[in-house]
């Protein structure tokens, strides 16, 4: 058996759990996919899968093969498919970071539309706030909100988020509706940090074209979006996050734009991707849809 069929027995097994699930759906014998798991170990010199009577589960050599092989094999089959011009052409697997308020909003919704026009390719979406590792993990591209920090990664450009400043009702009701930067004093701020422990700046403006800050007290400092917004519909304190994952808030009255005059530095927006001489077709077809469904929502410049 060719290295090839070994490694696409080994990740239905991985997938599966299970040998004899693994060759059900190959409509092989049990003992041929247990010959190639241990003929791939064997070329390999490391162990793959940990076997006992009740399951079976990959090795963290084995993790890492899976995600290595999963990546090779959807390649292969690009391969094929590269001269065939129809976009059903484009296979394989797609996985893409994201943090989850793009991807519930932005994201998600219009993902129907490019699986009808893909059928055949399968994404795998991650949604957090960790910076996740391209390459060491896998992902073919990310997005990115805010500064990018230098890299070896290519960095695309989508646009910037415009940011607002936010407050529930219940919040302006009990403390009133700051008008100019001095009411900040006897207003509370929700903080956000990547990594709890960090000092937060405070609430930032623009002046010409300098980020200020003023320091403000606050009863809540969080590490995710989720909470972020959650504790500003509570009332717990003021919020600055990008429009365009607060408009339906604002719209329905959930939230309260409070100092539009005080708006921070819009935050860019970015696609990453690693730094290959030529991107795969499918990642290239993502990328261009993701640009395109992202724009209405993004400043360009």
């Keep these: 058996m060719n290295r090839i069929d070994a490694m696409h027995i080994f990740v239905r097994v991985a997938e599966l759990a299970s040998f004899t699930k693994a060759a059900d759906s ?68 797609l996985r893409v970071d994201m943090n989850s308020r793009i991807a519930r909003n932005q994201v998600i919704p219009r993902l129907p539309q490019f699986m009808r ?3 055949q390719i399968e994404v795998e979406l991650s949604c957090t706030d960790r910076r996740v590792d391209v390459v060491g993990e896998g992902f073919d591209c990310v997005v990115r909100v805010g500064t990018l920090e230098d890299s070896s990664l290519v960095a695309r450009s989508l646009g910037r988020f415009r940011i607002v ?71 717990l304190g003021i919020i600055q996050a990008p429009h365009a994952g607060l408009q339906h808030l604002i719209e329905d ?21 690693a730094q290959r001489r030529n991107v795969s077709a499918r990642v290239q077809a993502f990328m261009d849809w993701l640009a395109d469904i992202m724009a209405p929502y993004l400043d360009v410049g």
């Design 253 to 273: 009255g959930t939230l309260v734009e409070v100092l539009p005059q005080y708006r921070a530095e819009p935050m860019p927006v970015s696609l990453l991707y």
């Design 117 to 119: 026009e893909h059928p």
């Design 165 to 235: 400043n936010c407050a529930s009702p219940d919040y302006l009701d009990e403390h009133g509706t700051p008008r100019e930067l001095g009411d900040l004093a006897q207003h509370k701020f929700i903080h956000y940090v990547s990594t709890l422990g960090q000092r937060p700046p405070g609430f930032e403006y623009l002046e010409g074209s300098a980020c200020r800050y003023v320091p403000m007290q606050g009863v809540l400092t969080v590490n995710s979006i989720e909470a972020y917004e959650a504790g500003c519909q509570a009332g």
């Design 26 to 93: 190959l409509g092989l014998p049990k003992a041929s996919t247990s010959i190639a798991v241990q003929q791939l170990e064997g070329q390999l010199g490391t162990q793959l899968l940990h076997r006992t009577t009740r399951k079976v589960q990959m090795t963290q050599d084995g993790q890492r093969f899976y995600e290595r092989c999963k990546t090779l094999l959807a390649d292969m089959d690009e391969l094929d498919a590269m001269f065939q011009r129809v976009p059903q052409s484009l296979r394989g697997r």
